[in-house]
């Protein structure tokens, strides 16, 4: 656990639009080595130096990203261990394919709070930054905690709770066929393990392939739409989503869940928040728009408020504009295509120096102005999107992988006529590796399934 | 009033089997040693079931016997019938079982012990322990004679204000109708130990001449001779069959209209029994879609006609019992010779003791058995041969000896109960093991017998034997790996008459048999040793390089294991001063105080970060102390 080679992006998804993977522990150099492709061998190079070549999928041999290397050799480093800086161009899709490639060659992603903690396990961090060190590691792990648990609640946990309730089926049978013999339960069959096996891979393929596609685990930065009612709200949404499917029938306001669509903005990932207040009929009181733009403001990590070119200012967005101070918000002026009403002015004096874009939706203008400035924000780390949920979506493919490779293993394992008890051992693991995903684990959970699903006694 | 009795370095109060191994123990290492039973006639009793071994505790038998334990050894020479269970899945859950001549069993281990030179046997019943300035100095017993000692070994059974339950009728009792020990459990409690009420049960006994075997299934011994003990060398070849019924619909409909009468259903018992062993009433209740349970007639011993009724525990009233009894195929009209029974006792929350076996409270003071909230005799048994060797080395100033999970299913059990405690009475599963491939019973002496040598129990002749036998494994396994065949037709025509497909390449014979159609003795026509072999050297030789791939998959997750449980956790940690542990972190691990990081990161509650934490928190004290 000490001395294994970890890796974890460096940067927190913005300064500039480059990210940087670090890599710490004795095999940093060499691990790397495997999905780097440059002019010379990393593990050949002089330390402090920096290299520029491509990261590269040993298996399919694909170009993922040009980049930047710098390696540093122990013990003039960070963490005083073997280091190893990616520096990725291509987004931010890129980072978290190079990571999860990182991830295969061995590499463990590293604990929230790791790299700062070998620093000062190594002495290069004075002993009296030591409370500040646990604070760090106290803080990134309540963070990582708040996003497992959202994500525990989600639909990938409910897959993997399935699946795993499968898998622990089977183990408890083949616990009681070991543990007692002569119990009358049917023995299981090698076939009927295999079946499962079968069974319990075609499920992990399914997740995988959603999770690459990034159907499930997608994320993003929590994007809230708001404004009164009538501004282009609908308008804009769909305008960045490209396509009608976010609303807009002839019947409005079907449900009033919020919806979450996904775009990709410049390579930055968007979870637009479809606030309910897009989908009032004409008729409904204004107050109640204003009221669920609101309550989506909660949970944004970016505000896009909408005002009507074409009208004055109202006390509705004057409540709104108000309420947006706390968040990073860009003001977008919509319907330029109108006549103007609104006064630049008055607005200036409420928002200052934040910014404000004019557009028309509908004439299909300064799209691109919101789409750069979106991006500006973003990576000069105005907007702060959790970072740790790319780590996380990196984690569970990695987990999925290596779960679907221990059912492998397993049927492996029969086929080459190892006895069932041993095959175990594989699908045990595997069990293991789906409970890190949700995290949920361990032996106890096996115990009780045995005694419940079985009944057994003198 | 009590008077000075004598001085011992160790006294060990109960004979059980937990009792016996720590006695034993003692005395071998050179301590003068005490044994205290209530009773000298149940010295090693079984009161529950007629046998020892199974999957994971014949494992611990032969743990305990290369530790140097009496266990294996006495079972060998009592025993009515072994069988070898699971034979036919891997070799890591093949699982010895013996039935036991129970009277036999008991008049054995008292011999060894009233033959043992350091060891002093003596019927007393302990009430009190001696304690000053906190520290265990000796125990006190009811006649008022005071042994002074440097170590205890408390090892009470399900004596401690044991309660027998029948239907509605309950009365103060150790088992099979022994005499409790009230006043030292009230001890107990007055120093402070935080206790718990267990409950276990036991079924009626019949008589064999009442019984009508032809509507049973017979369940013979193994005609293939077998044992426990390295040290074995006779074999009992006369064994008794055990018999196999079933309970049916009728079985069950009358239990279920007795249910109101079921101490376990009108709230009478309040300990917490485990649920591998429920009594009949509960099998019905929990399962009820199963129209029929296996119930085994089991003979108690060869001089008796008493046979145990397996898979019939229950507290019902004794008419009840009669009469459940009489509806199961073969027992038409059988005699009920003793009721069955359930009884609540109480442990010790095992979490206030160290992985040494010694108490946090009380230093010199150890526990081992059921009074740590474990079942069965040889769960029991490997507390003892741990807390008497550790109670004994305690004495002589040395560091205790502790197994840990990778080593031993002795390991396993002993950190599962002092780091995640049990709320139930703890058995061993071959499931709680996660190297159970490492921890097989064919391996226990190559993995144990070298520490029973350092602690001084087992002989010199005996360990000379054995490295023979690790030597020779271990030169024919670097033969098989230098051995190689090469395609040729000569070979392939060998390889054809073994039944399996020829060769492509050079081949190793260490690679060759790892074919699933292969064993060693096919491997031997091909290029036998150049001397012959004993089966146990053939036998690990052929295990060891088969499952090879899976071994090594162990042996690397017990590297990454290791490396956190070398992170000893100093003396100097106080956890009430570690700020950011989490407060249910924080208020475990004080329970706990693991020695390791190690054991640390297995206490329930307890995650990476809270170790993270602990590791900089000990990192900083360790640079400015």
Known sequence: MENDTIAAIATAMGESSIAIIRVSGTDAVTLVDHIYQGKNKLSTVATHTVHYGHIIDPTTKEKIDEVLVTVMLAPRTFTRENVVEISCHGGLVAVEQTLGLLMSTGIRLAEPGEFTKRAFLNGRIDLSQAEAVIDLIRAKTDKAAKIAIRQSEGKLSHHIRALRSEIVETLAHLAVNVDYPEYDADVLTSQYVVDRCMSIKKDIDKLLRTAKQGKILREGIATAIIGRPNVGKSSLMNALTQENKAIVTDIPGTTRDVIEEYVNVRGIPLKLLDTAGIRETEDVVEQIGVKRSEEALQNADLVLLVLNHSEALQKEDMRLIEKSKAYPTIFVINKTDLPRQIDYEEIKKYIGDRPMISLSVKAEQGLTQLEETIKTMFFSGQVDMNDQTYVSNARHIRLLEQAKASIMEVMNGIELGVPLDMAEIDMKNAWQLLGEVIGEAVAEDLIDQIFSQFCLGK | ?625
């Open chain 2, 1 to 625: 009033m009590s008077y000075h009795a004598s001085t011992y370095d160790v006294v060990v109060i109960g004979a059980g089997h937990a009792g016996c191994e720590a006695a034993l123990a003692a005395a071998r290492m050179g301590c003068q040693t005490l044994l205290l039973t209530l009773s000298l006639d149940t010295i090693a009793y079984m009161p529950c079931n007629p046998s020892i071994g199974g999957p994971a505790k014949g494992h611990v038998v032969r743990e305990l016997d290369a530790l140097g334990g009496e266990m294996g050894k006495n079972i060998d020479k009592t025993h009515i019938q072994m069988r070898m269970l699971n034979t036919g899945k891997g070799p890591a859950v093949y699982a010895l079982r013996a039935q036991a001549d129970k009277v036999l069993y008991q008049r054995e281990m008292k011999k060894v012990l009233e033959e043992e030179p350091n060891l002093t046997l003596h019927q007393n019943m302990v009430e009190k322990l001696l304690i000053q300035d906190g520290v265990c100095k000796g125990v006190i017993t009811r006649t008022g004679a005071e042994y002074h000692a440097e170590t205890v070994v408390l090892t009470t059974g399900t004596y401690l204000r044991g309660k027998i339950i029948i239907g509605d009728l309950q009365y103060e009792s150790g088992p099979n109708n022994q005499q409790p020990s009230v006043n030292l459990a009230l001890h107990l409690q007055e120093l402070g130990f935080n206790m718990v009420r267990f409950k276990t049960g036991t079924p009626p006994r019949i008589n064999s001449r009442t019984i009508d075997t032809s509507k049973m299934e017979i369940q013979p011994g193994d005609e293939e001779p077998r044992a426990f003990s390295f040290e074995t060398t006779e074999y009992i070849t006369d064994q008794l069959p055990c018999w196999l019924t079933y309970t049916n619909e009728k079985t069950h409909q009358y239990i279920q209209d007795n249910l109101h009468r079921a101490p376990m259903y009108s709230g009478k018992i309040e300990g917490r029994g485990p649920r591998y062993c429920p009594s009949i009433e509960d099998k019905i209740v929990r399962f009820a879609d199963k129209n029929r349970h296996q119930i085994f007639i089991e003979p108690e011993g060869r001089e008796t006609l008493e046979m145990y009724v397996q898979g019939l525990s229950t507290s019902l009233p004794e008419d009840v019992q009669q009469d459940i009894l009489r509806t199961i195929d073969g027992l038409e009209k059988a005699e009920m010779v003793r009721t069955g029974y359930a009884i609540e006792y109480d442990a010790i929350v095992p979490t206030q003791l160290w992985p040494s076996l010694e108490t946090k409270l009380v230093p010199g003071l150890f526990t081992a058995g059921q009074i740590n909230g474990t079942s069965g005799y040889e769960e029991a048994a490997a507390q003892g041969i741990m807390a008497g060797i550790n109670a004994a080395r305690k004495v002589q100033g040395k560091e205790p000896v502790i197994l840990d999970r990778s080593e031993a299913y002795i390991g396993v059990l002993i950190d599962d109960l002092v780091t995640k405690g049990t709320n139930e009475p703890y058995r061993l599963l071959t499931s709680r093991a996660e190297y159970r491939l490492l921890l097989r019973h064919d391996n226990a002496d190559l993995r144990l017998t070298d520490k029973g040598y350092d602690i001084g129990l087992i002989k010199e002749e005996r360990y000379g034997r054995f490295v023979a036998k690790r030597d020779a494994i271990e030169k024919e396994i670097a033969r098989l790996r230098k051995t190689k065949l090469t395609p040729n037709a000569e070979v392939q025509a060998q390889l054809a008459v073994l039944g399996t497909s020829e060769i492509n390449n050079v081949m190793e014979l260490a690679n060759l048999i790892k074919r699933p159609e292969l064993s060693y003795q096919d491997i031997m026509k091909l290029s036998p040793p150049p001397e012959k072999l004993s089966e146990e050297v053939m036998e690990q030789v052929e295990i060891q390089l088969k499952y090879e791939g899976y071994i090594q998959k162990s042996l690397q997750q017990v590297e990454k294991m290791k490396r956190m449980e070398e992170k000893r956790i100093p003396h100097w940690v106080d956890y009430t001063k570690v700020s950011g542990l989490s407060s249910e972190s924080r208020e475990k691990l004080q329970q706990v105080q693991p020695v390791s990081l190690g054991q640390a990161s297995r206490i329930s509650g307890v995650n990476p970060a809270d170790i993270s934490i602990l590791m900089i928190y000990i990192e900083q004290g360790g640079r400015t102390a």
